[in-house]
């Protein structure tokens, strides 16, 4: 379980978290919805130890983030949200040096890196430098990386972007697996359909606040017939948004 304790984090005069507080359980796959620089990124980043907040405590599995960082960050596996890091290293060495950060044995790095390379069907590519793969191999190849030491935690920032459906089908279903087992996964993500058919749990932020936090049944039970698309931006979207496009476009829409 993760708990997140009145976190805040300020860059300079901007909150980009104001007293977020949240848990996160086992087994459920949890995702982090909200428009561009509602605070997403930066909750995961403080989770994932790449900055730290500015206040609040967070708890992973009964441990404080701040005491026990090491030992917290051996159980996470991450997907930051650009792909675009160790350009200059092949897809293998990148590998390579995940698993030795990772401690990694040889035998466990073998069986799962075979699995994961045909998975994701990178087999041709595993000695070609990053710098020359597309956006959705290099997203390839950094889950990959991510999920080699079978970590117990996943935290994928918008894992999805990039990748063709066929991984996009693969990746959905490794998640479930991963909870099924009684694991966690969180990830952020824009598609709303895809937040609809995965997540357990969501957490929708708005300006770095907490607007919902619950079960995503719950939250679908609030309207009826209605898709997650429809409440989330009655929740937090625009009210006017129509007149705006009859403004831009014109009248003839079709409607
Ligand atoms: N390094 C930084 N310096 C200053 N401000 C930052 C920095 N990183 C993020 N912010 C600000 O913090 C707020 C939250 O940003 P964050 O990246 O967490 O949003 P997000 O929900 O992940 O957005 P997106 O969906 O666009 O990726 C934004 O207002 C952003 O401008």
């Known amino acids: 379980m993760i708990t997140f304790e009145h976190i805040r984090k ?70 930051p949200d650009s792909p675009d890091i160790f350009l200059e290293l092949t897809a293998n060495d990148y590998w390579n040096l995940i698993t030795s950060a990772y401690q990694v044995s040889e035998e466990v790095k073998k069986a799962r890196l075979i699995k994961l390379v045909n998975l994701f069907n990178m087999q041709d590519e595993v000695e070609t430098p990053i710098s020359d793969f597309s956006h959705g191999m290099r997203q390839k190849t950094i889950i990959i990386g991510a999920l080699l030491p079978d970590p117990d935690i996943w935290i994928l920032d918008e894992p999805m972007t990039g990748l ?52 995503l049944d719950k939250l ?26 009859k403004d831009l476009e014109g009248d003839d829409l079709g409607e």
């Open 10 to 79: 300020t860059y300079g005069d901007k909150t980009a978290i104001a007293d977020l507080s949240l848990t996160i359980p086992d087994g459920k796959i949890f995702g982090f919805l909200g428009h561009n620089g509602a605070g997403k990124s930066t909750t995961i980043k403080s989770l994932v130890s790449i900055i730290q907040q500015t206040s609040g405590d967070i708890i992973v599995n009964g441990m404080n983030l701040t005491e026990d960082r090491l030992k917290i960050k051996q159980k996470i596996g991450y997907v």
């Open 164 to 215: 063709d459906p066929q991984a996009t089908y693969d990746l959905k279903q490794l998640m479930r697996a991963h909870v099924q087992k009684g694991k966690m996964v969180i990830f952020s993500t824009h598609n709303l359909a895809t937040a609809e058919e995965l997540c357990d749990e969501v957490a929708i932020l708005k300006q770095g606040k907490l607007v919902y936090n619950g079960s």
């Open 220 to 245: 679908l039970a609030t309207m009826p017939d209605a898709s997650l698309e429809t409440i989330y931006l009655k929740m937090i979207g625009r009210q006017n948004d129509s007149q705006i496009v």
